[in-house]
Every structure is written in C-alpha cells, then in structure tokens.
C-alpha cells in the first residue's frame, strides 16, 4: 500500500469528526415577547415551525371574567431573528371574550389552533373553537385559516353513569366532608343534564398527537371541576369523546407517554390539600382512564403545567412547584416515567407577593433546545399596578441538569 492510500483513513476519520457538533455549554437566555402593560395577557401556547420559526399565542383584553374584550393574540419568532414580531390578530368572536388558546403543528405541517368562547362571562358557558392554517409563515402578517367550525362536545350516553361510578371511586378513598358530599351531588345532577354536560368544556395546554395519528384535546370543566379528552382519528372530520376523568378538582390534562406505552396526563389540583399535580393513566390511547390520584413529589397551587417526553424519552414538567402561591415556577426531569423528579431548575423564584410566572407551555424544538413560554406578572416598581407580558425562555436541558436547586416548599 502506498503512502497516500495509508493516509486516507486518516484523513476521513478527520473529516468525520469535524463534522460531529461541539458540546454545548448548559445555557440559558429570556426575553419578553412584547413590553409590559396593563392589560391582562394570560395562557400562552408555544409551538415550532417546520421551517424552525417559533409561534405563540395568547389571551389579551381587559378580563375574560368581566369583560367582552378579550381576543386571541399571537406573535412569530422567525429564524435568525432576534425579535418576535408584533402581536397578531388569531381569533375574535365579536362581542364575546376568547380565552385559554393552545396549538399543534400536525404532520401534514398545518397549524391548529384551538379556544373557548365564553358566551356569559362564565367559565361554565364555554364554547369550544379550532381552526386549522397550511398559510401560517407570511412574514408580518397573521396566519390565513381555511378551516373554522366548533368543537361541539357530545358525551356518551354512559357519562351520568360513570360520573356517579367514578365519583364514589374517588371519594372511597376520602373523608366524607360535607364539602366532598355536596361537590357529588352537584356533579350527579349535571351530569343528568344534557345541555350543562355539553358546554364548559375548553383547552389550556398542547394538544397531543400519538404515533398512530390520533389527536387528543385535553378539555376540562369548571362546573364538573374534572377533566376529559377530545379525540379524532381523522383530523377532525369526526371528534369522539373519552370517558371523564373523575377526581378531587383535577382540570387542564396534558399528556405524556411512558417507556411502556401508557398515556400519563398530569393535571391541575383545584381541589383540597393536599395540593399535589394529579395523575391519571390511558392503556387504550385515551379512551378510558385510571382512579386520579396525587403525586407523590409534585405541588401544585391550583395552576397550570404541562408535562411533555424529551427526544431521549425521559419525562419533564414545568409547573409552579409551591402549594400555595405562583411565585416559582420549576423545571423538572424525570428518568423512570415520572415516578420521581430528582433534577429541578427554576426559570423563576421570588418571594410571595413579588410575582406571578405561571400557565406555562414548553417545547423541545428540533435542534434539542427546549422553549418555555409563561404569563408574567409583575408589579410597576413606580406606580406599583400590576403590569403583564408573555414570558419566553429558551434553555438546554444540559442546563436543567446542572442546577439541582433547592427542595420544593
């Protein structure tokens, strides 16, 4: 062999490691996605591109609860660039306030976009939307919709039945107060109702979009304080609707996969102490699921989180890990399907009364970065109102792991 044929592995070997990516250093950066003001801007949704940009959307107006302002806002973060665009109109239903927005991008490349209109300034009158856009990356302008129709919530027959099954099920397990007792009942008689078991329901985090193409919903109710999942086989042509998911005030699913197989949809405690993240299980791709029951390391407030599989299959979730107040809100990883949480960093921690970072939604693009958007809250240091903004972090999970911060409260 000659010289120049011993050299060539060499020399490919070369080549091939300097086309290998550097290890990055854990890091860390936020900015807000427009100024802070003083109108409400709450329950924001990130979602990626397939051409890389990063979109987010929002609730902005004077108050979904008092007042008929409130509309759908969004804004893009395009390649290359270092700032969001300015806000977007996405959805108004004139005269009424839109509220609790989510998206996915689905693989056909299109982009959802799902929300409640609240027809009477109550949670419980909600009325459940979603359009869908192939046209979403116009430089400057918002995304054309080609489809728009109304999530129309139909319940099994078999729904008063299983409210009534999973609701002593639940409260087996419980001490019978005499708040446990009338918060049955009053499910038992809405349940019998059809039109109030047919409305209220609505969004607050990433819809989820199995290996087999199915596409699920997290909805939940005010009135029935439990959850339920909304689910298309079809890309919407037919919603069907998986049986509730019956607990001690457990509301706004978001979804996960186990190393098994198991959906895991983690959600929100608005019942009483103990204030843990609830937990219920799906072997059926979200049609039945499990008793709920608390985490057994995770607060919860009575506030948002979403819970999402990183690319190496590991678990993470971001929530506010307090039981009383939204001051911190946490990153945490897991590597046994959620079972413990042993590595958590904080995108933000202040004292109670000093800010509100919370309903948060977090992605993992495709370049490994992980994307966190949030309500933030904070008070005018000089005329001391409260002033808001949508909050966007991007970090590595390299930097997760190398700030295990302090226990939870």
């Given at each position: 062999m000659d010289r120049a044929s011993q050299c060539r592995p060499a020399l490919a070997l070369l080549l091939c490691l300097a086309t290998l990516p550097l290890t990055a250093e854990p890091?860390?950066?936020?900015?807000?996605?427009?100024?802070?003001?003083?109108?409400?801007?709450?329950?924001?949704?990130?979602?990626?591109?397939?051409?890389?940009?990063?979109i987010v959307c929002w609730f902005h107006g004077s108050?979904?609860?008092?007042?008929?302002?409130?509309?759908?806002?969004?804004?893009?973060?395009?390649?290359?660039?270092?700032?969001?665009?300015?806000?977007?109109?996405?959805?108004?239903?004139?005269?009424?306030?839109?509220t609790n927005c989510c998206m996915i991008v689905d693989p056909k490349e299109r982009l959802w976009l799902f929300w409640p209109t609240i027809q009477a300034n109550l949670w419980e009158s909600a009325l459940m939307n979603y359009k869908i856009s192939s046209n979403y990356l116009v430089p400057k302008k918002a995304p054309v919709w080609e489809t728009e129709k109304v999530l129309h919530m139909k319940p099994g027959a078999a729904f008063p039945d299983t409210v009534r099954r999973k609701t002593a099920e639940y409260l087996s397990h419980t001490t019978l107060s005499p708040r446990a007792i009338e918060w049955a009942s009053h499910n038992f008689q809405q349940a019998d109702d059809k039109l109030t078991r047919r409305i209220g329901w609505?969004?607050?985090?990433?819809?989820?979009?199995?290996?087999?193409?199915?596409?699920?919903?997290?909805?939940?109710?005010?009135?029935?304080?439990?959850?339920?999942?909304?689910?298309?086989?079809?890309?919407?042509?037919?919603?069907?609707?998986?049986?509730?998911?019956?607990?001690?005030?457990?509301i706004q699913p978001s979804f996960a996969r186990t190393?098994?197989?198991?959906?895991?949809?983690y959600m929100r405690d608005n019942g009483p102490p103990p204030k843990r993240v609830h937990v219920s299980e799906s072997n059926d791709e979200g049609e039945t699921w499990s008793k709920v029951?608390?985490?057994?390391?995770?607060?919860?407030?009575?506030?948002?989180?979403?819970?999402m599989n990183l690319q190496d299959g590991r678990m993470l979730a971001i929530y506010n890990d307090t039981e009383r107040g939204r001051h911190r809100l946490a990153v945490s990883i897991s590597d046994n399907d959620g079972k413990s949480y042993p590595i958590t960093r904080h995108l933000e921690a202040v004292n109670p009364g000093e800010g509100s970072f919370h309903y948060p939604s977090i992605i993992q693009t495709k370049d490994g970065m992980l994307h966190a958007t949030y309500s933030y809250f904070v008070n005018d240091p000089v005329s001391g109102e409260s002033v808001k903004s949508i909050?966007?972090?991007?970090?590595?999970?390299?930097?997760?792991?190398?700030g295990n911060d302090s226990p939870q409260e």
């Amino acid at each position: 062999m000659d010289r120049a044929s011993q050299c060539r592995p060499a020399l490919a070997l070369l080549l091939c490691l300097a086309t290998l990516p550097l290890t990055a250093e854990p890091r860390h950066s936020a900015d807000l996605v427009f100024p802070l003001e003083r109108w409400h801007n709450h329950g924001s949704c990130i979602v990626e591109a397939p051409n890389g940009a990063l979109i987010v959307c929002w609730f902005h107006g004077s108050g979904e609860r008092k007042a008929d302002d409130v509309v759908i806002l969004g804004s893009r973060l395009d390649p290359n660039n270092e700032r969001w665009t300015p806000p977007f109109l996405l959805a108004d239903t004139p005269g009424f306030p839109d509220t609790n927005c989510c998206m996915i991008v689905d693989p056909k490349e299109r982009l959802w976009l799902f929300w409640p209109t609240i027809q009477a300034n109550l949670w419980e009158s909600a009325l459940m939307n979603y359009k869908i856009s192939s046209n979403y990356l116009v430089p400057k302008k918002a995304p054309v919709w080609e489809t728009e129709k109304v999530l129309h919530m139909k319940p099994g027959a078999a729904f008063p039945d299983t409210v009534r099954r999973k609701t002593a099920e639940y409260l087996s397990h419980t001490t019978l107060s005499p708040r446990a007792i009338e918060w049955a009942s009053h499910n038992f008689q809405q349940a019998d109702d059809k039109l109030t078991r047919r409305i209220g329901w609505f969004t607050r985090a990433h819809p989820y979009i199995t290996e087999n193409g199915r596409m699920l919903v997290g909805l939940y109710s005010d009135g029935f304080s439990f959850s339920m999942v909304a689910y298309t086989d079809d890309w919407g042509n037919q919603w069907r609707f998986s049986e509730p998911i019956v607990g001690g005030g457990n509301i706004q699913p978001s979804f996960a996969r186990t190393q098994e197989g198991l959906l895991v949809a983690y959600m929100r405690d608005n019942g009483p102490p103990p204030k843990r993240v609830h937990v219920s299980e799906s072997n059926d791709e979200g049609e039945t699921w499990s008793k709920v029951y608390d985490h057994p390391q995770l607060f919860n407030p009575g506030a948002g989180l979403e819970l999402m599989n990183l690319q190496d299959g590991r678990m993470l979730a971001i929530y506010n890990d307090t039981e009383r107040g939204r001051h911190r809100l946490a990153v945490s990883i897991s590597d046994n399907d959620g079972k413990s949480y042993p590595i958590t960093r904080h995108l933000e921690a202040v004292n109670p009364g000093e800010g509100s970072f919370h309903y948060p939604s977090i992605i993992q693009t495709k370049d490994g970065m992980l994307h966190a958007t949030y309500s933030y809250f904070v008070n005018d240091p000089v005329s001391g109102e409260s002033v808001k903004s949508i909050k966007h972090a991007t970090f590595t999970v390299d930097w997760v792991e190398a700030g295990n911060d302090s226990p939870q409260e």
